[in-house]
């Protein structure tokens, strides 16, 4: 059962939905002790591992790749393994330096605070540079585990690292001292014990295939290479792309204002959160059946519309109502007239995020295949066109004008790889694909979310009655549709996670 692909997909999701239901219970407390500044703060340590993350540069997912693939023998894995984990130690320390040496000029040039002495921003920058590089370098190993099919271990392993990094912290903010020098050194300290965690479990699973495993070179084979170097570029433009409305917030607005941004961000990233660990899932399949265009074309399938039938239901969830979901989540520290503009960029957010996460089956068919150029031209565009729009809205218009070109910048996207990945690399009838995973989804989750928006007007239940009513309710229609659609028993659900092997 651990290795199945039902456990996988639970384990996938029981990760990510404790990531997401840390941050809606954590952070709250984070500013209630430590004030909204220092919250931004905070938030700007998410930023910072965002824009590092080109670091990676498809090393990680290289790992996945290869380790996905049944033909290669366990020393290879582990060559590989060592020989790309040399690599990314030579990055992150190379980073960790800049982070270090360029503090002083983050701390007086791009952050505005009001409350904060420079000097002690600039240590809270290198101790960031600490904390988000060994998470960075985790993700190495934690690609190793997926690789290598272990990934119910890989959750369980971020699942307690994520219980101590978000939430064990609060006591100790609590009982010791409430600083951010306490929060962000509590942070290195769980990032170096899970890295380390990570990456025994990864060596002794590989020792468990071949146990006198040794190395059987040492430099990265060219096509490997040429893959991490393709991935550069993508990763480079895709951090700048993801991260700008942040980059543009932080450095134009007060801290304080980039804290409240930071909280509509946070909800708008949700259906990104949700679909991602789908993809994860999907990579090393979508890898294993680079060659089988059959098993590719059902796998994709299944992946896509799994995807559509979550992530349309909490996104209108959240368009309706999101400034009840704002006060109920961080009513007593929100002021009180952030609430309605907070609740405008938040709709606008998550529109732009909905075309983010439907990507990704998109990105990831075309990872498995080692094309990265498509991304790439994809990526310039969105530099060229969409950083110096993103500065003109927030610059002219202020932050209410932000999402808008996060919202251009996602639909073009979209469009251009659903293109691409159609074109030439799967095999599945447009329309039929578009009918199900976008048009039929779509509709039906506006017309339960609007419905219910209506009925909260006239009856004022509990809105977390309302939420799991329309959240369950939304999912359980695009089953039942699909089904009948497909000509299925209305109940069926198995065929919804019994991908091929």
Not at 125 to 143: A, D, E, H, P, R
């Amino acid at each position: 059962m651990k290795n199945s692909n039902i456990a996988k997909l639970i384990s996938n999701y029981g990760s990510r939905l404790w990531s997401l239901v840390s941050v809606f219970i954590f952070v709250p407390f984070y500013i209630k002790i430590l004030g909204v500044e220092n919250y931004a703060v905070i938030g700007f340590y998410t930023l910072i591992l965002g824009i590092i993350s080109f670091a990676d540069s498809g090393m990680s997912s290289a790992v996945i790749k290869e380790f996905s693939q049944d033909g290669h023998s366990p020393s290879y894995k582990y060559s590989i393994f060592r020989s790309i984990e040399n690599l990314y130690l030579i990055v992150c320390v190379f980073i960790m330096t800049v982070l270090a040496f360029g503090s002083d000029f983050i701390a007086g040039k791009w952050l505005n605070s009001n409350t904060i002495e420079i000097g002690t921003l600039s240590y809270y920058i290198s101790l960031i540079g600490i904390g988000t590089t060994l998470q960075l370098l985790s993700s190495l190993y934690f690609g190793a585990l997926f690789g290598l099919g272990e990934q119910v271990k890989a959750n369980f392993y971020q699942i307690i690292w994520n219980i101590f990094r978000a939430g064990i912290v609060i006591p100790v903010l609590i009982f010791y001292k409430p600083t951010l020098e306490v929060y962000f050194l509590w942070q290195i300290g769980c990032n170096l014990l899970y890295l380390a965690v990570l990456r025994m479990g990864s060596i002794s699973i590989l020792k468990s295939l071949a146990p006198d495993l040794k190395r059987s070179f040492k430099k990265i084979p060219e096509n490997i290479l040429k893959y991490i170097g393709g991935m550069v570029f993508i990763a480079i433009i895709s951090a700048v792309n993801i991260q700008a409305d942040k980059i543009i917030t932080s450095s134009i607005f007060s801290l304080k204002t980039f804290g409240y941004y930071n909280l509509a961000s946070l909800i708008s990233q949700i259906p990104v959160i949700l679909g991602t660990p789908l993809v994860m899932f999907a990579f090393p399949l979508f890898s294993k059946f680079s060659s089988d265009q059959k098993n590719t074309d059902i796998t994709f399938d299944k992946i896509a519309f799994l995807l559509s039938i979550i992530i349309f239901p909490i996104s209108f969830l959240i368009i309706f109502f999101p400034e009840e979901i704002l006060k109920l989540w961080n009513g007593k520290n929100i002021e009180s007239e952030m609430f309605a503009p907070l609740a405008g960029v938040t709709r606008l957010l998550i529109t732009g995020s909905v075309f983010l996460a439907l990507q990704l089956p998109l990105f990831y068919i075309l990872l498995s295949k080692g094309k990265t150029k498509y991304t790439i031209y994809q990526g310039v565009i969105q530099v060229v066109l969409g950083i110096p729009l993103l500065y003109f809205c927030a610059k002219t218009y202020g932050l209410g004008a932000v999402p808008f070109p996060w919202i251009l910048i996602n639909f073009g996207s979209y469009v251009f790889l659903l293109f691409i990945v159609f074109k030439n690399f799967i095999k599945i009838n447009f329309l039929y694909y578009f009918k199900r995973t976008f048009i039929i989804p779509f509709f039906i989750s506006l017309s339960i979310s609007f419905l219910f928006y209506l009925l909260h007007k006239i009856i004022h239940v509990n809105i977390i009655l309302y939420l799991a009513l329309i959240g369950s309710i939304s999912l359980l229609m695009n089953i039942v549709v699909d089904n009948i659609l497909n000509k299925r028993y209305f109940k069926e659900y198995k065929h919804l996670y019994n991908f091929p092997r």
